[in-house]
């Protein structure tokens, strides 16, 4: 079983979306804690003019940096307002906005106060959107040694998850070991990824890392699908 584990991402971009798509199981990581500068309640899309904007989710953060994202709760209901303006005023004259829209507004909408919640619905948007065939799976649901760190923590939730494979980010390199996988009888693959270029109506430059809404407003959902299947 090929699996992948990657913590939840607001609306993520296309690379993060490329490895789940090589993957049969995809595990989010909801034991482990926020990273202020990761894009884990954040994601980047592009105004009317071609400027990148962040679109971040409050969290309420009296302690926020000793809890799992699991236990995170977000804070200002406002900011599903502000969210859905932003994609609406900017992508409403996208051929595709009103075939992708919906979607994504039910997700703004959502009712729930805890942020992992939302993350995990914007992934299976994008993941269904983008006709990726993937099992996804929660770390908080497995059984596995807590006590375990980094690279020995990946070994063991793989284990737990019944991986034979697992599809890495090459920023793990620093502090992996593949004689470690290859004794838990666990073969180690890097995803290999290159950015693909494709027309976006917002600017004459394409610009790069942008939340695969931005992909999917742009090519449709069908062509979007095609896309992934080419990387």
């Known amino acids: 079983m090929i699996v992948t584990i990657h913590q939840p991402c607001y609306f993520p971009w296309l690379g993060l979306l490329h490895k789940i798509h090589s993957s049969q199981v995809f595990m989010v990581m909801?034991?482990?804690q926020l990273s202020d500068s990761a894009f884990q309640n954040r994601t980047q899309l592009l105004s009317n003019i071609?400027?990148?904007r962040f679109l971040t989710i409050p969290i309420e953060k009296k302690g926020y940096q000793s809890k799992f994202i699991s236990e995170i709760v977000i804070a200002d209901p406002q900011w599903t307002t502000d969210h859905w303006n932003f994609i609406?005023?900017?992508y409403k004259s996208h051929v595709h906005f009103a075939a992708i829209a919906n979607e994504i507004e039910l997700a703004?909408?959502?009712k729930t106060k805890m942020?992992?919640?939302v993350l995990i619905h914007s992934m299976k948007i994008l993941i269904e959107f983008l006709d990726i065939n993937v099992q996804v799976i929660r770390q908080s649901e497995l059984d596995y040694d807590r006590s375990k760190r980094k690279s020995e923590l990946v070994i063991e939730l793989l284990r737990a998850a019944g991986a034979s494979c697992y599809i890495s980010g090459?920023?793990?390199?620093?502090?992996q070991?593949?004689?470690d996988f290859q004794k838990a009888g666990i073969e180690l693959r890097y995803q290999e990824f290159k950015h693909p270029i494709y027309s976006q109506k917002n600017t004459n430059e394409f610009i790069p890392g942008m939340s695969a809404i931005d992909l999917l407003m742009n090519l449709g959902a069908h062509e979007s699908a095609k896309l992934l299947r080419t990387i």
Request: hydrophobic letters at 25%; a negative charge.
């Open 30 to 32: 909801d034991e482990v």
């Open 50 to 52: 071609g400027k990148e």
């Open 88 to 90: 609406s005023n900017n």
């Open 108 to 110: 703004l909408k959502s």
């Open 115 to 117: 942020l992992v919640d």
């Open 170 to 175: 090459t920023g793990a390199k620093d502090y």
């Open 177 to 179: 070991n593949e004689l």
